[in-house]
């Protein structure tokens, strides 16, 4: 047994004492031990703030939010130990995990938004919140990106085993879990783009930096959700329904006047995109394009050397408009000999109505 000193009144008592018989003060050895002074806990803050920010700077964010998960420890309030305690929580995930991961983000950024804002000036409050938008808005593209390229490594069916034998089926094995990934990515935004049209009614934060930051989570939005897959050759296909993309288009125009809404067609498990045609005329909507693609579906498409030609094209012209469907020559070349076609399948009774892909 020894004598310490009573932390509340000063007076000596023994270490075994579980509370002081003086002043009735709770004190023991351990409680001495954990009630370390304030000036240690900012001494260790501050070691912890210098660590993290280094570890930040050269892109360590797994070590960078173990610091920050300390500091949150010790000062639960604070917005930044917060934010990337949670953005770093999951740097590496299975792709089965890359769902969940992009759903926490979504659930974490509104409180930290709040967070943000507390107890500083309106400048700094929109530096916060500019802050947490771009790196949160990076963080779910990459992981976007990572469920693409997953499904991309199926694309076209043109996976060889070591037989020989073409795994094209691989293609639709992943697509659910890519599904998956990039719908939990657009929900997440969703989230984000909810409460800062809410922070735009707040006096807190410039409400300029918030448009930029509502538009800068918007577009990266679109991006996620057009992006587009080839399950077999001359196959295109969108993942999120084409109705809510059209729609991501508009919220983009609503802050970006100069943003044109493109008209989205969905062609899950369709026969494709018109390549030259499109590069030619300038849409996959329009007259011409209209009256070539009835002409795919209903007169190639019947016959089997007709669907035989339909393959070739679509094995052999997505990569020639990648290279040359830019350039004019390549749209001159092309233009009088479709011009010419549509006009005689036109005069033949093919309509050049709105029309929708037939499946074959």
């Known amino acids: 047994m020894a004598l310490i000193n009573c932390p509340e009144c000063g007076k000596q008592i023994s270490d075994k004492a579980p509370t002081c018989p003086n002043c009735g003060c709770p004190v023991n050895l351990d409680f001495l031990q954990s009630s370390k002074p304030l000036e240690d806990n900012n001494k260790k803050t501050e070691i912890l703030y210098e660590r993290a920010r280094k570890s930040l700077e050269v892109d360590d964010l797994e070590h960078a939010a173990e610091y920050y998960k300390q500091i949150l420890d010790i000062i639960p309030t604070d917005w930044e130990a917060y934010f990337y305690s949670y953005l770093g929580e999951f740097t590496s995930f299975t792709n089965a995990q890359a769902g969940s991961v992009a759903e926490k983000l979504g659930n974490t950024i509104p409180p930290a938004f709040e967070m943000a804002i507390e107890d500083c000036s309106v400048e700094e409050a929109s530096s916060r919140i500019k802050t947490i938008s771009q790196k949160t808005s990076d963080r779910l593209v990459g992981i976007a990106a990572t469920g ?182 390549f749209k001159k070349m092309w233009q009088s000999k479709l011009d010419r076609m549509v006009a005689k399948l036109q005069a033949n009774g093919v309509e050049s109505t709105p029309y929708e892909d037939r499946n074959w």
Not at 163 to 171: E, F, I, P, T
Not at 190 to 206: F, H, P, Q, R, T
Not at 233 to 255: C, M, P, R, S, T
Request: a neutral charge.
């Open 148 to 329: 693409a390229s997953l499904l991309r490594q199926y694309e076209g069916g043109n996976i060889l085993s070591p037989a020989g034998k073409v795994h094209s089926d691989l293609y639709q094995k992943m697509r659910p879990l890519v599904v998956n990934t990039i719908a939990s990515c657009v929900l997440a935004y969703a989230s984000i783009d909810a409460k800062l049209e809410e922070l735009l009614n707040s006096e807190k934060v410039d409400k300029s930096v918030c448009k930029e930051c509502l538009l800068y989570i918007r577009r990266a939005r679109y991006q996620i959700a057009n992006m587009q897959f080839q399950p077999s050759a001359g196959v295109n296909e969108y993942l999120i329904k084409a109705e809510l993309i059209h729609d991501y288009a508009k919220k983009i125009n609503e802050l970006d006047p100069s943003f044109l809404i493109p008209s989205v067609e969905e062609k899950t498990n369709s026969s494709g995109g018109c390549y030259v045609a499109t590069a030619v005329y300038g849409s996959y909507d329009c007259p011409e394009v209209w009256t070539l693609r009835r002409y795919r579906d209903y007169t190639l498409a019947e016959t089997w050397y007709g669907r035989a030609f339909i393959k070739t094209y679509y094995a052999i012209s997505p990569t020639l408009v990648k290279w040359f469907g830019h350039t004019e020559w």
